[in-house]
């Protein structure tokens, strides 16, 4: 269970400005329900490599996303930890999962062995 935290606006600002952008939204939209490797990602929305690496490393670079290495694989989760959890939560949860841009990304998924 987490624990409401209050944030500093500076705090607060940042991380929409993140989560504004749409593909960003939607990778941790994502990510809410499990851990994805990065080519998982480029065949779902359907961007080249570079692209989706750029909006992995600015989330992780605020600290929302987790970056495990394994092998020559990187696979992102959503970071707990991270003091705007609950805020990126309440955020996510207000997107309909019958959106359907959601749900034509997640028509895309392949299982991939990455592992």
């Known amino acids: 269970m987490t624990t ?8 607060v600002v ?3 400005k993140i989560l504004s952008d749409q593909t ?29 690496s750029q909006h992995l490393s600015k989330l992780k670079k605020a600290g929302l996303v987790h970056e495990s290495k394994k092998g020559q694989w990187r696979f992102y989760s959503i970071n ?10 309440s955020i996510l949860n207000k997107i309909d999962c019958h959106d359907t841009l959601l ?3 997640k028509q895309k998924e392949t ?5």
Do not use: T, W
């Not at 409401?4 to 705090?11: C, D, H, P, T």
């Open 111 to 115: 299982q991939v062995s990455c592992r």
């Open 14 to 16: 940042h991380c929409l």
């Open 80 to 89: 707990q930890s991270c003091p705007e959890y609950d805020l990126i939560l």
């Open 4 to 11: 409401q935290s209050n944030l500093e606006a500076v705090n």
């Open 24 to 52: 960003r939204l939607l990778i941790m939209k994502l990510l809410q329900s499990k851990e994805y490797c990065v080519c998982q990602l480029v065949g779902m929305f359907q961007m080249s490599q570079p692209a989706i």
């Open 103 to 105: 749900q034509s990304i």
